[in-house]
């Protein structure tokens, strides 16, 4: 398999060259150069397949350039640090299908791409004797992910840019309690977007991040979203084995475009099976209104209780731009610097009529989206609670399914309700149940630096305390 950019800048490269990458060279975003469509003989093999065989099986169609046995090793210790041995558990609740994708070690959906992705990370710098000072800005859930993937590992440091006090206190605490000493948590007296334009501009000055050999963890890199079709294709699998679903929608709650764009990669291979993709945003909308009025246009983001999905500008959207434009770089180019000169791309009823073969999508409010907590709670088994994210998505499931082709719903579970536990008890009257993974954080020592937001300051404290490499 080989990979090039949306753009159309680059020469086609393998898979490891990609993951090194991160963000393509000309700016772009790297994708395969083909979609593997997967066969019915395949479909009934990969059935019987437990999740780390499967992911196996799917990741091997694109890394192909790793070693059969080796990839292997690096799935089988990515999942290992999961507590369901089926990694992302499908459950049903009520009469929708749940799937669980927060039961790895920060219980946010984000460990199943970031636990493979600093594996990798370390195979391939061992492999040419290198080193990788990772640069990333959070909101909340990305940092830890990211520190939980590559802490301990000793070709790499990493350090996370969060907004002070801005963050949960279970966030903060997940990410500064690390006692690893390859981690560095900057704590910036700002807002998340300071924290974002100070990792961008830094990842701008190409000479700094050649000289400091600065790596990226977020979702722009094509790795993250390889490992995310895995769970997409394992469910509705099981659905079509198991239950004899003929159709299965997802329904995933989104923010910057990443996890839904793999849920694309997925229907494509296994068309006609997945059929459409409930694409489920908060207030901040932006994409919702792509796919009703045909306007992808920003907007002001506003802070909401599922904080991971307040974003404007979807970075993986440019992904999805490249397939709806047949494959044309010189026309993702055009629209994207459009977008750039005037905030807004719109698209004809052709282009719509697709995206919406694709999509069907809802903007969840707070009110809703609370008591779509509440529902489920009430009306699950057991009491079963949500977390706000996946609440959205649970909600625009409801609201759309009605319009839908027949089929199987799958919510997508993107983060573990401890994680939000006010957002849970304003809704139910009680707090969540706490996973051992939180047990004892606030008995912790807290370790970061407190920063004004300032691009120097960020950057004199990587070169005192990064990896100095050969
Ligand atoms: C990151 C995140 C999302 C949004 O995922 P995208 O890939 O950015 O669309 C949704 N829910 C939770 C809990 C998250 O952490």
Do not use: W
């Given at each position: 398999m080989r990979y090039i950019s949306t753009r159309g800048g680059i020469a086609p490269i393998p898979f490891k060259a990609t993951v090194m990458m991160g963000l393509a060279d000309d700016g772009g975003l790297i994708i395969p150069t083909d979609i593997p469509a997967v066969g019915e003989d395949t479909l009934e093999r990969w059935a019987h397949l437990n999740y780390r065989e499967l992911a196996f099986a799917v990741i091997s169609l694109f890394a192909d350039d790793i070693p059969g046995k080796e990839l292997r090793g690096l799935i089988d210790r990515s999942y290992s640090t999961f507590d369901d041995k089926e990694v992302t558990p499908l459950r049903k609740v009520g009469k929708l299908w749940i799937m669980e994708l927060f039961h790895g070690p920060t219980l946010a959906f984000k460990d199943v791409a970031l636990q493979l992705l600093g594996n990798?990370?370390?195979?391939?710098?061992?492999?040419?004797?290198?080193?990788?000072?990772?640069?990333?800005?959070?909101?909340?859930?990305?940092?830890?992910?990211?520190?939980?993937?590559?802490?301990?590992?000793?070709?790499?440091?990493?350090?996370?840019?969060?907004?002070?006090?801005?963050?949960?206190?279970?966030?903060?605490?997940?990410?500064?309690?690390?006692?690893?000493?390859?981690?560095?948590?900057?704590?910036?007296?700002?807002t998340f977007d300071d924290c974002q334009a100070i990792v961008k501009e830094i990842f701008n000055d190409l000479d700094f991040k050649a000289r400091h050999h600065l790596g990226s963890v977020n979702s722009i890199n094509w790795a993250r979203v390889m490992a995310q079709i895995v769970y997409y294709i394992y469910a509705a699998l099981k659905l079509w084995h198991e239950e004899g679903a003929k159709a299965v929608h997802f329904s995933v709650p989104t923010g910057n475009f990443g996890d839904i764009f793999a849920g694309y990669i997925a229907k494509r291979m296994l068309s006609?099976?997945?059929?459409?993709?409930?694409?489920?945003?908060?207030?901040?909308?932006?994409?919702?209104?792509?796919?009703?009025?045909?306007?992808?246009?920003?907007?002001?983001?506003?802070?909401?209780?599922?904080?991971?999905?307040?974003?404007?500008?979807?970075?993986?959207?440019?992904?999805?731009?490249?397939?709806?434009?047949?494959e044309d770089p010189a026309r993702v180019r055009k629209a994207m610097e459009e977008f750039a000169a005037a905030g807004e791309i719109t698209f004809s009823q052709e282009e719509l009529g697709r995206v919406r073969s694709d999509f069907a999508s809802a903007s969840i409010d707070q009110e809703e989206t609370l008591a779509t907590i509440r529902d489920v709670y009430r009306e699950g088994d057991e009491g079963y609670v949500i977390d706000p994210h996946t609440a959205v998505g649970v909600a625009a499931a409801k609201r759309l399914m009605p319009h839908l082709p027949p089929g199987e719903t799958v919510c997508l579970a993107t983060a573990h309700p401890a994680k939000f536990p006010a957002a849970v008890r304003k809704a139910t009257g009680r707090e969540p149940k706490r996973p051992a993974a939180l047990e004892g954080l606030e008995g912790l020592d807290p370790r970061f630096v407190v920063m004004p937001p300032d691009v120097n300051k960020v950057k004199n404290y990587i070169v005192e305390h990064g990896l100095k490499g050969p």
């Open positions: 990798l990370f370390e195979r391939l710098l061992e492999e040419r004797s290198g080193i990788m000072n990772i640069l990333g800005a959070t909101s909340g859930d990305t940092g830890s992910a990211a520190i939980y993937g590559v802490k301990g590992k000793e070709r790499i440091r990493i350090f996370i840019l969060h907004p002070h006090n801005r963050v949960s206190p279970v966030q903060a605490l997940q990410m500064t309690t690390v006692p690893e000493e390859n981690v560095f948590n900057i704590a910036v007296e700002g006609p099976l997945i059929k459409r993709l409930i694409l489920a945003t908060n207030e901040n909308n932006i994409l919702t209104r792509f796919v009703v009025e045909g306007r992808y246009a920003k907007g002001k983001v506003v802070p909401t209780i599922s904080p991971s999905m307040d974003i404007m500008v979807a970075s993986n959207f440019e992904r999805y731009l490249y397939y709806l434009y047949g």
